[in-house]
Each structure stands twice: as structure tokens, then as C-alpha cells.
T-cell receptor, first 113, second 118 residues
Framework: DSGVTQTPKHLITATGQRVTLRCSPR?????VYWYQQSLDQGLQFLIQ???????AKGNILERFSAQQFPDLHSELNLSSLELGDSALYFC????????????FGEGSRLTVL | AQTVTQSQPEMSVQEAETVTLSCTYD???????LFWYKQPPSRQMILVIR??????QNATENRFSVNFQKAAKSFSLKISDSQLGDAAMYFC???????????????FGKGTHLIIQP
């Protein structure tokens, strides 16, 4: 158990819909990262938050947004969903004070029909 | 931008034998970490081993060891006495960024699917 909690584990929805994925980082971790894992693109960095503020953006679509709340949990919002958004979405956390490893949640499997 | 390359999409090894997974990376940074993560069918990303770039000594964790060649920008993973439970996708990952700003998360390779033959 990495200590990072993601919900829901599985989600099936239709094109055009909006979903929210939730992540609770490990206790004490200030940095949260979101990654998308699809078969053809591998693991892609989406966005990073540090202590409530956006720190960096990767390959995140404009239809996607995220935020980190004062209690440090984070949410990834995916809207106007398309078939190609079907993927495994990982949240990872770290304290942010070193370059050591990231701790990953179990992921949220999104299927868009 | 940093890139990580895993040139072996799939590898197969007999149980109890040794296998080496390859990884190369490209960076202009001097301070960074390298990692191997394992992703079994359960899809959980599990850290296998880490290597600090400033350390010359290769990291070892039980049956797992790395061959870190900093000048060649190579970071291979050796698994000794392979076990059925080692079957998984293995991802090489790079973490740096403190010298250049921007995201300091992980950059992943495409992964190597490791099959263990009983």
C-alpha cells in the first residue's frame, strides 16, 4: 500500500460527459502529480500541484482541469469526454523536498463509450 | 526536454535465470534520479529500485541490481533468479528538473513487458 488513495477505481461513461477523479496523497506529501496511461501513448505527465498551487503542466488537454485543495487532496476534472480519453489515470505524490521516488495510487480506469 | 528510451518492448526469460532490461536517457542536467518501476497485472506502479546520479556505486535491492553508466546515459536493470512473480511491465523513469525549473515529476520510457517462462 503506497498510501495514495484514488477514487473511483473504475468509471464507465458516455462521450460528451464530465467526470471527476479524486486523489488523496500520502500523509505529509505536498506535491501531487497526475499521469495518463494509454496503450498507444504510454505514461504521460498531465499536471503537477504543490501545496495548493499549480506548478507545471504537461500534455493536458484544455478539456481537462485539476486543482489541489487546502487539505492537499486533488481532483482531476475531465469534460466533453471522447473515446480517446479512455485510459488509466494515476495520481502520485511526494514531499517535494528531494528528487526521490513518487508514490502512486492504484489508478482510476476510465472507459468512455 | 529529457527523454527515456526502452528499446525492448518485450523480453522473455526462464524461471530462475537472469535477465537484463535496457534503458537509455538523454539529459543535460547534472543532478537527477533514475528509477525502475514495475507494473504487474494489478496495474499498481511499484518502485523496484532507485539510483542517485551522483553515486558511482550501482544500486542493489535483493535480486534486482542496476548497471548505471552515467557518461553513456545508460541505466539497465538486472533481475537474478527470475521468479514467476516478476512477470510485469517494467518502466524506466527519470526525475530531475531542479536545475531548469518546470515539472520535477517523472519522465517514463515506453516500458518492457517481461515474461517469465516456467
Amino acid at each position: 500500500d503506497s498510501g495514495v488513495t484514488q477514487t473511483p477505481k473504475h468509471l464507465i461513461t458516455a462521450t460528451g460527459q464530465r467526470v471527476t477523479l479524486r486523489c488523496s496523497p500520502r500523509s505529509g506529501d505536498l506535491s501531487v502529480y497526475w499521469y495518463q496511461q494509454s496503450l498507444d501513448q504510454g505514461l504521460q505527465f498531465l499536471i503537477q500541484y504543490y501545496n495548493g498551487e499549480e506548478r507545471a503542466k504537461g500534455n493536458i488537454l484544455e478539456r481537462f482541469s485539476a486543482q489541489q485543495f487546502p487539505d492537499l487532496h486533488s481532483e482531476l476534472n475531465l469534460s466533453s469526454l471522447e473515446l480517446g480519453d479512455s485510459a488509466l489515470y494515476f495520481c502520485a505524490s511526494t514531499r517535494g523536498s528531494s528528487l526521490r521516488e513518487l508514490f502512486f495510487g492504484e489508478g482510476s480506469r476510465l472507459t468512455v463509450l | 526536454a529529457q527523454t527515456v528510451t526502452q528499446s525492448q518492448p518485450e523480453m522473455s526469460v526462464q524461471e530462475a535465470e537472469t535477465v537484463t532490461l535496457s534503458c537509455t536517457y538523454d539529459t543535460s542536467e547534472s543532478d537527477y534520479y533514475l528509477f525502475w518501476y514495475k507494473q504487474p497485472p494489478s496495474r499498481q506502479m511499484i518502485l523496484v529500485i532507485r539510483q542517485e546520479a551522483y553515486k558511482q556505486q550501482n544500486a542493489t535491492e535483493n535480486r534486482f541490481s542496476v548497471n548505471f553508466q552515467k557518461a553513456a546515459k545508460s541505466f539497465s536493470l538486472k533481475i537474478s533468479d527470475s521468479q514467476l512473480g516478476d512477470a510485469a511491465m517494467y518502466f524506466c523513469a527519470y526525475r530531475g528538473g531542479y536545475s531548469g525549473g518546470g515539472a520535477d515529476g517523472l519522465t517514463f520510457g515506453k516500458g518492457t513487458h517481461l515474461i517469465i517462462q516456467p
